[in-house]
Nanobody, 122 residues
Framework: QVQLVESGGGLVQPGGSLTLSCAATGNIVKIDDWGWYRQAPGLQRELVTSVASDDSTHYADSVKGRFTISRDNAKNTVYLQMSSLKPEDTAVYYC?????????WGYGHNYWGQGTRVTVSS
């Protein structure tokens, strides 16, 4: 079984920085794509950023220039570096991985972390 575990959330002042991590464990062959999503109270979950197996990245317009996604394939871990944080970045952040396992016959399946809360407030 595969588990994704996020860490690094917390309270930060506007303009501050925070780095989230998400580590995947289990019977993993490889992780094709990673993504970070967030869900603010009363809103739908939205894609913040993603990184594909070829290291190509995508960013939501709202975080371009402020957030950076990176991956460490050896550690099956993805990171989200957040800087110049704004109150509107407050949300629960979820990592998502498309994971190929030893039993998935080469196909990638979707897995989600449990979420980590980020609060940007003075």
């Amino acid at each position: 079984q595969v588990q994704l575990v996020e860490s690094g959330g917390g309270l930060v002042q506007p303009g501050g920085s925070l780095t989230l991590s998400c580590a995947a464990t289990g019977n993993i062959v490889k992780i094709d794509d990673w993504g970070w999503y967030r869900q603010a109270p009363g809103l739908q979950r939205e894609l913040v950023t993603s990184v594909a197996s070829d290291d190509s990245t995508h960013y939501a317009d709202s975080v371009k220039g402020r957030f950076t996604i990176s991956r460490d394939n050896a550690k099956n871990t993805v990171y989200l570096q957040m800087s110049s944080l704004k109150p509107e970045d407050t949300a629960v952040y979820y990592c998502h991985g498309v994971v190929v396992t030893t039993t998935s016959w080469g196909y990638g399946h979707n897995y989600w972390g449990q979420g980590t809360r980020v609060t940007v407030s003075s």
